[in-house]
């Protein structure tokens, strides 16, 4: 069926260092959501990409959608203490999401 | 407050025992959906709702029954739990707007099956 595939499934940084999460799939991704899970939480929504290419950014998070519309990324400058948690990409089609598996953002203490 | 609420957040029961998580929304929101979530598997879809006693299956419907008879409610009925459903369970809402299909979420429900 179809699939997101997430990498890397962990990223341990240094606070201050900067971290980027992976989205792929094998055929054309109509649209990308990108959520954010606490630990001991539920996942929040950060945004939706739908254009080939298109770059947003909130404060330091970069989201970015391939040009071919089949890999997005979501890159966070200089981590903070308040980043850590799990980051998911997800797809909406035929009205459901498919999730990938998600890339927890751990702090180095 | 805009919310998705979801009750119990947590319950342990035995094998065979029916149970019921009940989720409710106040956004007036159109599509209901249910999540289970597993370590390394990120969320699965259980069963979603477009409206009104409309429920279609996701991707892991198997043990799991559904009702959408008002909008703001959609409860998650397992009839003959399993160990293998032991996982945290989330309740999602959005509007059907076509622009966006952003998820709200409940804040869980942390299901053991023994």
């Known amino acids: 069926g179809q699939q997101v595939m997430q990498i890397p499934q962990y990223q341990h940084v240094q606070e201050g260092e900067d971290f980027t999460t992976y989205c792929n799939s094998s055929?054309?991704?109509?649209?990308i959501q990108w959520y954010k899970q606490r630990p001991g939480g539920h996942p929040v929504f950060l945004i939706q990409?739908?254009?080939s290419g298109e770059v947003k950014k909130q404060k330091r998070l970069t989201f970015q959608f391939g040009e071919a519309k089949k890999n997005s990324s979501l890159h966070i400058t200089a981590t903070q203490t308040t980043d850590v948690g799990t980051y998911f990409c997800?797809?909406?089609?035929?009205?459901?999401?498919?999730w990938g598996a998600g890339t927890k953002l751990i702090i180095k203490p | 407050e805009a919310q998705v609420t979801q009750n119990p957040r947590y319950l342990i029961t035995v094998t065979g025992k029916k149970l019921t998580v009940t989720c409710s929304q106040n956004?007036?929101?159109?599509?209901m959906s249910w999540y289970r979530q597993d370590p390394g598997l990120g969320l699965r879809q259980i069963y979603y709702?477009?409206?009104?006693?409309?429920?279609d299956k996701g991707d892991v419907p198997e043990g799991y029954k559904v009702s959408r008879k008002e909008k703001r409610n959609f409860p998650l009925i397992l009839e003959s739990p399993s160990p293998n459903q032991t996982s945290l369970y989330f309740c999602?809402?959005?509007?059907?707007?076509?622009?966006?299909?952003?998820?709200?979420f409940g804040p869980g429900t942390r299901l053991t099956v023994t």
């Open positions: 999602a809402s959005s509007s059907s707007g076509l622009n966006s299909y952003e998820q709200y």
């Open positions: 956004m007036n929101h159109e599509y």
């Open positions: 709702s477009m409206n009104v006693e409309v429920t």
């Open positions: 055929t054309t991704l109509s649209n």
């Open positions: 990409l739908v254009k």
């Open positions: 997800a797809e909406l089609s035929n009205y459901q999401l498919i």
